[in-house]
RNA sequence: GCUCCCAUCGUCUACUGGCUAGGACACCGCUCUUUCACAGCGGAAAAGCGGGAUCGAUACCCGCUGGGAGUACCA
């Protein structure tokens, strides 16, 4: 396979979502499994809308997923600079190159000018103007205006903008990897602006520009991007650059949970679900989202998830680690339609994750989210905790939320179960079945189901009657792992203390609600 | 409005010019477990409509319908 350099373009513009982090995890895994190279440029040239941090966010973003760029900036490369604002020049330069090839013009409309006539072509019942080849000549441009007009408009400082000066009766095609022939009739394309009056160049210019000159070999963006590539071929072709332009492959749109629509940002509001990787602190709390990180995402689930939104290798395999996804990755194994975010099936794959790492990988983690909470306890236990927990868990933060009990007392009770199970005349009986278990010397879980289960057997009871005394005396609820297991970890010391306090707690519920 | 793209279970999707149209999530039931979960088993669930060409179409072509995107001195 020929080696490929493939580049992801964010505008720094806010928290990245995440269709775009779908979009760059299929450029890293063409480039890694080419030998290529992966690029990241940030493509800064509204100043307009420009939003601090929003970088830093792409960047770590990236690097939670483990999508690390091979060039980009602050990632080195030998292509840079790779922030556009640092390229403005250049874009000049070759502005003005395709002005010199006639193959763009000066354009002197304002804003308003434009926005006047499109109202009255509104009005005239043209909803569809366009600045082309077919009115050209009738606006204020370098095409339309006398040589010395425009010498006089250009000497003047007169605001200008570059436009691409769109070949008329032409079809062009493009070739997309996804979608195949793609054809556009040149007369219903705008001679799109190239430069802007502050002298910073539109998308379409700064785009091809880069990607000519960092030696991109595929473009792989959203779907969003289709209808602009007929005027990114004939840009490639007013450059000369034809021989080398890119391969294209537009992705299928991630659309919305339910409804119309792709997925937007307020779909992760509506719906309380996480639509960017991390989360992100805006001016307002409306402008301010969590992420899959913050939700308890393990990043690996996350890629796996994205990477069958829109592609699938064909075979019934839907565990895939990145490795794997590198080698079984094809372009031609990309759907065309768009794929709906469903965020039940984002659970799966992270429950999946949880369930099939091994408790050691899982420490660190588990670890730190319960330092937070203040639990200090060794290794060892934590080890156990998590077997005992994993498998119950589908976002990080509930091996706290469901397994609290673990490192405290319970802090709240499962009423409704206590009222039903609890019979205040057994106390004495479980009062005797705590004394044989804290008898017991550092029992293992064996040790503690014998001890229990012979204490059944000698009072003929059975194990719905006290097991689930057990379970709500030392933790509360009725979920969770065996009892046994659970008394064994905690320590009879422990247990035989929680079940004292909780024989008075449960008495006082009955009571209370007697 | 105009341009372009798309169309298989509720969702993500597979396959194929001829098969009971396969899998996964979600849902329902059972088993395991006197908890929860995992796991296993089973169930319900799909080719939008209308024309063609073909011995035969979900598959190829056309139209319709539906959905999506673009149409900025935004990317």
Known sequence: MTKVRVRFAPSPTGALHIGGVRT??????????????????????????YVPGAEDYIKEALEWCGL???EGPGYGGGYGPYRQSERKALYQKYAQELVGKGEAYYAFDTSDELNARREAEKEAGNHSFRY?????????????????????????????????????????????????????????????????????PTYHLANIVDDHLMEITHVIRGEEWLPSTAHHVLLYRAFGWEDTMPNFAHLPLILKPTGKGKLSKRDGAKLGIP?????????????????????????RAVLNFLAFLGWNPGTEQEMFSLEELISAFSIEKIGKAGARFDFDKAKWFNQQYIINTPNEDLLPTVKALLAEKGVDQDDEFLLTFIGLMKERVVFYGEFWDNGSYFFETPSSLDEKNIRK????????????????????????EAAVEGCVKAFMEANELGFG?????????VAGTMKGPSIFAVMALLGMETVAERLTNSFTTFNAIKTANA
């Open 24 to 49: 760059a995890l299929y450029n890293y895994l063409l480039a890694r499994q080419t030998g290529g190279q992966f690029i990241l440029r940030i493509e800064d040239t509204d100043q307009t809308r």
């Open 465 to 473: 009657a006290v097991l689930p005394i057990l379970r709500l005396g």
């Open 421 to 444: 199970k609890w019979k205040p005349e057994k106390q004495p009986l479980f009062e005797d079945l705590r004394d044989q278990l804290a008898a017991l010397n550092a029992p293992d």
């Open 68 to 70: 690390q760029p091979d």
């Open 275 to 299: 639509v960017f990787p991390l989360k992100w602190d805006g001016e307002t709390p409306e402008d301010s989202f969590t992420g899959f990180r913050e939700f308890g995402f393990d990043p």
């Open 132 to 200: 082309g080849s077919a009115n050209r000549a009738s606006m204020r441009n370098s095409e339309s205006l006398s040589e010395a007009e425009v010498a006089d408009l250009l000497a003047n400082k007169t605001p200008y903008t570059i436009r691409l000066k769109v070949p008329q009766d032409e079809i062009i095609t493009i070739h997309d990897q996804v979608r195949g022939e793609v054809q556009f009739q040149s007369n219903e394309l705008d001679d799109k602006i190239l430069l802007k009056t502050d002298g910073m």
